[in-house]
């Protein structure tokens, strides 16, 4: 059984996407299925999301990062509790 997704994408984006996957041989539909079947079976890696946490513990480890009780402080503003 199958079933609709629908979502918003820039336009460009889309018909970029559109277009390299017509040149492939295949319909963007089949491609978002792909793509979705490769990010469950965790064979697909999201590469700015992996940088990004990367640097963030590169940060941490660095020192760079300041506790929330720190910002608080500095900012002389209680703590939500």
């Known amino acids: 059984m199958n079933t609709k997704v629908i979502f918003n994408t820039d336009k460009k984006l889309k018909e970029a996407a559109m277009k390299k996957a017509r040149r ?3 319909t963007l ?6 793509a979705t079947r490769s990010y ?3 064979s697909l ?7 990004d946490l ?3 513990r ?3 480890r660095q020192g760079r ?3 929330e009780k ?5 900012l002389g503003i209680k703590m939500p509790r």
């Open 54 to 56: 990367d640097d963030a």
């Open 29 to 34: 539909s089949a491609l978002l299925n792909i």
């Open 24 to 26: 492939e041989g295949i």
């Open 58 to 60: 590169e940060d941490i």
């Open 65 to 67: 990062v300041i506790p």
């Open 40 to 42: 469950v079976n965790d």
């Open 45 to 51: 890696e999201i590469t700015a999301l992996r940088r």
């Open 70 to 74: 720190e910002v608080f402080k500095r």
